[in-house]
């Protein structure tokens, strides 16, 4: 029997082990990406007369007299007494404490990686509650025409500003 034999070798087991690493540094690369890329433009036209079905209320704490951004909208409240002024994008509103107003009527639009993933209107009531030292204190009904998922809106909190969940 003078013929050769071929041995066949088993795949090596380290490829396939490199390959799943790959993928999986892979996307988590991807996952930060989006995170980072990650923008919230609040300030759009409605686009129609859609209900809001979706309510969040935050109770609400900013430095009177001091200008924040809030999902790349500008707010600022200044009280004196037992009103505040309250400026959000252009609109401006005087409210006594315990009223509510709304001060924003508008659309917001979310995307990652350049592709949008949420569109929504949405109106903002404000009610306010008074004083607390430095900080103005308002209780911010949110109301979405779609569910927007609860990180997204801690997103758009900015740093000078306290909020949780009413």
């Not at 209900?51 to 900013?62: A, D, I, K, Q, R």
């Not at 949110?142 to 997103?155: A, E, I, K, M």
């Given at each position: ?9 088993p ?15 892979v ?6 990406a989006?995170?980072?890329s990650?923008?919230?433009v ?8 859609k209900?809001y ?5 935050y109770?609400v ?12 909208v ?7 007494g ?5 400026k959000s994008?252009?609109?401006r ?8 107003r709304?001060?924003a009527?508008?659309r ?6 350049g592709?949008?993933v ?14 607390r030292?430095e ?29 949780r969940?009413?």
């Amino acid at each position: 029997m003078g013929g050769t034999m071929s041995q066949e070798t088993p795949a090596n087991p380290r490829r396939w082990h490199y390959a799943v690493i790959g993928v999986i540094v892979v996307f988590f690369i991807l996952v930060a990406a989006a995170w980072f890329s990650l923008s919230v433009v609040a300030d759009l036209p409605v686009t129609s007369d859609k209900p809001y079905p979706y309510t969040v209320t935050y109770h609400v704490s900013v430095p009177d007299g001091k200008e924040l951004t809030i999902g790349g909208v500008p707010f600022l409240a200044v009280s004196a007494g037992d009103e505040a002024i309250v400026k959000s994008g252009e609109t401006r509103e005087r409210i006594k404490v315990n009223e509510t107003r709304t001060i924003a009527e508008r659309r917001a639009k979310v995307t990652t990686l350049g592709i949008p993933v949420i569109d929504t209107n949405y109106r903002m009531n404000v009610t306010f509650s008074g004083t607390r030292g430095e900080f103005d204190v308002f209780d911010i009904s949110l109301q979405t025409s779609s569910q927007v998922p609860s990180f997204l809106l801690d997103r758009t909190v900015p740093a000078g500003m306290a909020a949780r969940p009413a």
